[in-house]
């Protein structure tokens, strides 16, 4: 069992397009982290979200931490070719961190 | 500043071999993790280390050793490899834990176990 779900699994798009990821859980966390992952590489942190209703954006990305903390989203506003990637969210729990299961977002120009 | 590296990049295994990989950092951080990446599975836990000298089981340490004899360094060990642990192992460090660390990760070892 996951403790965390991310969808869509895979997401294919035209750029310019806009989009939405999410990330779910039954547990309540006291922060979120995103992560995008490109091919052959490990994850790089995007951001991290700590308090419910939270928004943080970076550029063309936003992402909000929901109310009671189960759950967050990220969206992007007309998605670009250098988008493409993995995208994961991940959840502190003590000393570990615990990972989504992936939402692999590819972007045709 | 190299960050996280990893050795090697790349092996195959038959079952029942057994090797170690490497992790190094050069940031001075206090945690260590290693995870394996297996498709729709996301990233898990395997063992992790709060500083020299400790380690900690994480969500799936099964089949895997560690050892952290210096600050810098993180092994992974695998005595008797099986096809189930064919995977893409990464190797991640932090300056401490919680909940608002940054996790650095290395480049990923993939291992094949036939």
């Known amino acids: 069992t996951q403790l965390l779900e991310q969808s869509p699994q895979f997401l294919s798009i035209q750029e310019g397009e806009n989009l939405t990821v999410y990330c779910n859980s039954s547990s309540v966390f006291s922060s979120l982290q995103w992560y995008r992952q490109e091919p052959g590489e490990g994850p790089v942190l995007l951001v991290t979200?700590?308090?419910?209703?939270e928004v943080k954006k970076l550029k063309r990305l936003t992402f909000q931490f929901g109310d009671a903390r189960k759950d967050s989203s990220l969206h992007i506003t007309a998605a670009q070719p250098g988008d493409t990637g993995l995208y994961l969210c991940?959840?502190?729990?003590?000393?570990?961190?615990?990972f989504g299961t992936g939402t692999s977002l590819t972007v045709i120009p | 500043n190299a960050g996280v590296t990893q050795t090697p990049k790349f092996r195959v295994l038959k079952t029942g071999q057994s090797m170690t990989l490497l992790c190094a950092q050069d940031?001075?951080?206090?945690?260590m993790y290693w995870y394996r990446q297996d498709p729709g599975m996301g990233l898990r836990l395997i063992h992790y280390?709060?500083?020299?000298?400790?380690?900690a089981k994480g969500e799936v340490p099964d089949g895997y050793n560690v050892s952290r004899l210096k600050k810098q360094n993180f092994l992974l060990g695998l005595e008797s490899a099986a096809p189930s642990q064919t995977s893409v192992y990464f190797c991640a460090s932090s300056y401490l834990g919680g909940q608002r660390e940054t996790q650095y990760f290395g480049p990923g070892t993939r291992l094949l176990v036939l």
């Open positions: 940031m001075n951080h206090e945690y």
């Open positions: 991940a959840a502190n729990t003590g000393n570990q961190f615990y």
């Open positions: 979200v700590v308090t419910g209703g």
């Open positions: 280390s709060v500083g020299e000298g400790t380690t």
